[in-house]
């Protein structure tokens, strides 16, 4: 393990059991979001992010959840150099 780098974003996950009762679901739900951050970490400011899942999702649809997460992680976008 490296030393920490300020130079990019991090980022922190929550998926209350109350919104998701399965683990298989918090699992897949973090998984996702972890993902979409990775695609899109160097379009993102250098700061701590925490994605939080504020409400249960009318679908547990994979493809549904990553645009969602991708969405809204983009209106973070780094100001441009």
Do not use: C, H, Y
Not at 27 to 48: I, M, T, Y
């Amino acid at each position: 393990m490296g030393p920490p780098s300020a130079l990019t974003a991090r980022l922190g996950v929550v998926v209350p059991k109350r919104f998701l009762k399965a683990a298989v679901w918090r699992n897949l739900v973090k998984r996702l979001g972890r993902e979409q951050f990775r695609l899109l970490r160097s379009k993102l400011p250098q700061n701590d992010l925490i994605l939080r899942l504020a409400v249960k999702p009318a679908t547990l649809d994979r493809k549904l959840l990553a645009e969602e997460i991708r969405r809204l992680l983009l209106k973070l976008k780094a100001p441009e150099k």
